[in-house]
């Protein structure tokens, strides 16, 4: 349980916000301490970050609040799905691998998908969807944590797979380094981007997850690449990406993705379309 005061760190939002939203919108519902003070669950912080990213999106506070009630394990990216017939258009079937442990349906889903020959479109038409879906349906209760690992494991393989047989970059292609900060380990959204973007002929530094700002600090200064790309995909990732960018910011240009790139300052937001920001980021470098 969270206070008040740490629940507006986690998703950036003014007390005072928080509390209107309570009020006004009923968008979650704090329970009492002892001494009567606020306390907030996860699922309250992540329905505020929800909140706060589509109002900051553009959205009417009303109107977000009344779309995080009716779809409360829903995220504010809102992904255009393919039409029907294509293998993009599967985006359940990956929750029907998770419950069945079926390697071979998991496996040929993925080969399918990733056969069409634009990556970008994979990644946002049929990957990140059906990665939402998953997550929703690990929350409902309806897929066994074993089955959600069992999934995200089979497509962090291949997107790595992918990743590795992309060709080199050109001699003097535009460089860009990729990864997580300290602590956060949810990589699929980085490693997607990542093989985008060294699809489109940039030279992809990826560092993969849970990197010490240390770290990052000494990388960049030895590899000096043209940008640093970092994920935020969840509020407890917050602190540690606020401290990434602060000590690389000075050295390199920094832009974030992630459902929660909105709220570290500093840095570019990229988006909440994985492939198409990643194509956007090397049409700019490679100009």
């Known amino acids: 349980m969270y206070t008040a005061g740490r629940t507006a760190q986690l998703t950036g939002i003014p007390r005072e916000t928080l509390r209107k939203w309570e009020q006004r919108y009923g968008v979650v519902e704090p329970v009492r ?5 606020r306390l907030y669950d996860d699922e309250a912080v992540r329905r505020l ?13 009303r109107i977000a609040a009344r779309k995080v009630l009716e779809e409360p394990t829903g995220s504010a990216s809102v992904l255009p799905l393919p039409a029907d017939g294509s293998p993009l258009s ?13 390697v071979v349906r998991l496996e040929s889903l993925i080969d399918k998908a990733f056969a069409e020959t634009d990556l970008a479109a994979v990644v946002d038409e049929w990957l990140m969807p059906s990665l939402v879906r998953l997550g929703g349906a690990w929350q409902r209760g309806e897929v066994s944590i074993a089955g959600e690992h069992f999934a995200s494991a089979a ?4 997107l790595a797979q992918e990743f590795h047989q992309l060709p080199h970059p050109a001699a003097g292609a535009p460089s860009v380094m990729v ?34 700002v240390e770290a990052w600090v000494d990388t960049v200064r030895a590899v ?27 050295t390199a240009p920094v832009l974030l993705g992630g459902a929660h790139q909105h709220r570290v300052e500093g840095a570019e937001p990229l988006g909440h379309r994985a492939g198409q920001a990643a194509a956007e980021l090397a049409a700019r470098l490679t100009a």
Do not use: K
Not at 49 to 61: E, F, I, N, Q
Not at 90 to 102: K, P, S, Y
Not at 155 to 158: E, G, Q
């Open 49 to 61: 970050s929800v909140m706060r990213d589509l109002v900051d999106a553009g959205w009417a506070p």
């Open 179 to 212: 990864g997580l900060a300290r602590g956060s380990r949810h990589e699929l959204g980085v490693m997607a981007f990542a093989m985008v973007l060294r699809s489109r002929g940039v030279a992809v530094t990826y560092l993969g997850a849970d990197l010490p």
């Open 155 to 158: 497509v962090l393989r291949r």
């Open 33 to 37: 301490s002892e001494g009567n003070y």
């Open 90 to 102: 599967q985006v359940d079937e990956l929750i029907g691998c998770a419950l069945d442990f079926d």
């Open 224 to 250: 000096g690449p043209d940008a640093v790309v970092l994920g935020v995909p969840t509020v407890e990732d917050l602190p540690a990406v606020r401290e990434a960018v602060q000590a690389i910011s000075a």
